[in-house]
């Protein structure tokens, strides 16, 4: 193609077709930038490509992580949803009716039992390695980076802060208790035991049922923001959907 181009330059001047031979120089100009545009053009398209497959493929993972992460919370909430029925089993059967029997020693147990909260964030941090900018539409980005850097990190205080409230407390109370297996808030919920040393003078401390009142306020909480967390993990999913729909059409 190029000998081609030089063959009708050539003849051009040796016949003194200037005019001629300036006009053609001049769609020849023009013929090679339209040719650099499309290369370019077709440049763009390839990266355009495979900046859309990374996306996808990011956000894919980061939706796999949420469908985990919301199963995971259920099941926390199912956790503290068990504790509670514990506290109030033995706020108004221990405490208030002053009646015992062996089977309320799980439910001491059980009221010291937290769920630990822990998320997949394997996504999310792919997503930060490649840089958020990755995501194109900035609503879906900004409720990305809402959820992980700020929902997430809400919930983990206050899991936090429970926990510790708890540990604080529970010193006053571990003395009039005999934990059979051994006090640990990784033993399963109603397999472990935990037998008052003294049961009538337990029946009648109200720091205790005070205590488990208090810990029922914190459960409450840990389940109020889970919920929260949860609806806002499955409003993601489906912005992440109708995003990659519209990335199809």
């Given at each position: 193609m190029i000998k081609f181009f030089r063959r009708i330059r050539?003849?051009?001047l040796s016949e003194n077709?200037?005019?001629?031979?300036?006009?053609?120089?001049?769609?020849e100009i023009i013929l090679v930038v339209i040719g650099i545009l499309i290369a370019l053009q077709i440049n763009n398209w390839n990266e355009e490509r495979k900046r859309a497959a990374l996306e996808e493929k990011i956000l894919l993972e980061i939706k796999?992580?949420?469908?985990?992460n919301i199963e995971k919370a259920k099941k926390e909430i199912e956790i503290e949803q068990t504790v509670i029925t514990s506290i109030n089993l033995l706020s108004s059967k221990f405490f208030e009716q002053k009646e015992y029997d062996e089977g309320l020693d799980k439910h001491f147990n059980n009221c010291f039992y937290w769920p630990t909260a822990s998320w997949k964030l394997s996504g999310y941090e792919t997503l930060k390695s490649q840089g958020v900018a990755l995501v194109q539409s900035e609503e879906l980005r900004s409720t990305i980076i809402d959820l992980?850097?700020?929902?997430?990190?809400?919930?983990a205080?206050?899991?936090r802060t429970t926990e510790g409230y708890s540990a604080a407390s529970t010193v006053l109370v571990h003395a009039n208790l005999e934990y059979?297996?051994?006090?640990?808030?990784k033993i399963p919920l109603n397999i472990g035991a935990a037998k008052p040393i003294h049961t009538e003078a337990l029946k009648n401390n109200t720091e205790f049922y005070g205590l488990m009142t208090f810990w029922r306020v914190l459960r409450l909480e840990g389940i109020r923001i889970r919920k929260k967390t949860i609806t806002y993990c499955e409003d993601l999913i489906v912005?992440?959907?109708?995003?990659?729909k519209k990335q199809i059409q």
């Open positions: 050539q003849k051009l077709k200037f005019s001629k031979y300036i006009l053609y120089a001049i769609a796999d992580d949420l469908k985990f992980y850097e700020i929902q997430y990190n809400e919930l205080e206050i899991i059979q297996l051994g006090y640990s808030n912005q992440i959907d109708d995003h990659l």
